[in-house]
């Protein structure tokens, strides 16, 4: 008798969790949708701006701006990672914490001094359990993050570079590459490379441009924003990888789940056979035994 | 493209706001409004805080609460692209309000330190923008 309960209270407790994984993965499944989308709609604005900035790269002399400017001396690196709030969702985390541990070192082989910002719940405990001093934490990213949350984050980036006071920004993000597969990546930030302000070669480039007030000015303006944007878009394909690495998790959870489930069933039907048959034996002997 | 319309975007990093043909584009030039009409050159322009009004037709005129950016006409296109935009009929007063509210006490409060103010200043700029253009409607 004893046996059999158990059993049975054991599957009851797995049928709740893998209720709750069911519904995380269907939630993930959505706001993948939702975070797709979002990616999607800032495409027009982010390959116009690549337009434009093609075309002025041909006009101006660009190497003058702070930002494209390559320090002489390499000594300080800025890095940010970038984690999610919370768990839940397989290696996400636990990869991107590798791979920004694996460039610390790289970088402190290289005898440069190591600036880290992270962002995220989940980074920002880790790194401090492990005694890192974090430059900047940001964990207001939520969701859906805000072209607001990227310009802070940018202006910091920026400012620090501006002054000089770091020659090098890397931001380390995992990258949406489909529902199924993200990776983590390291991007170079600033200085800004200029095949990337070039844009792509193919492209027409047209010379009869007016500018207002001038090439310059129009550059100098445009490129704070292109920083902008490229952190923006970190943070959304990271939100994006987010809901599909926590999806998979889920999935793969609620699967092994049901697989528990179905070979506890089994368990608790022979068990509860065994029990029957000891009790038909059991009366069959007493039987037996008054005759 | 005809030479009365122009097709016009407005795209900010989180959405196209609008898309469609209009008779008339007035944006807020770095040096003072800058008004485009279809069969305008080549241009590109960056753009402050303020206004953008597009006429979609003779009574008919749209306005959008703008903050920095810039314009890229085309033969028969305008592309605006900006950091920040809002239909008039979007903006929330109150908000806005509180927004400025707020921002003139840092700009008071950083004046007495004697620290600096210039974001606080940008911030009070936007709001009063905001607070003008959803009087429009």
Known sequence: MARTREIKRRIK???NTKQITRTMEMVAGAKIRKSQERIENSRPYTTKMMEVLANLSSYVKAGKHPLLEVHEKQERVYVLSITSNRGL???????????TESILEREKQADREILLSVAGQKGINYFKYCGYELLSEYTEIGDSPKFEDAREIAAKIMEMYINHEVDKVLIVFNH???VMDQRPIEYNILPIEKDMAEGEKERVIRDDYIFEPSPEKVLYELLPTYVETLVYRTLMESVA??????????KAASDNAVEMIGQLTMTFNRARQAQITQEISEIVGGAEALK | MS??????EVVTPERVLYSGNVKMVVAPGLEGEVGILPLHAPMVA????GELRLKLDEDKQEYIAIHKGYIQVLEDKVIILVNFAEFASEIDIKRAKEAKERTT???AEAQKKGEDYYKAQIDLEKAENRIRISKRI
Do not use: P
């Open chain 2, 3 to 8: 030479d009365k319309y122009v097709t016009c």
């Open chain 1, 89 to 99: 969702c397989g290696a996400f985390n636990t990869n991107i914490i590798r791979k």
């Open chain 2, 105 to 107: 006490k840092e700009i």
């Open chain 1, 176 to 178: 949406f590459k489909s």
């Open chain 1, 13 to 15: 407790s797995i049928d």
């Open chain 2, 46 to 49: 960056v753009l402050g805080v």
């Open chain 1, 241 to 250: 990888s987010e809901h599909g690495a926590r999806r998979t998790a889920m």
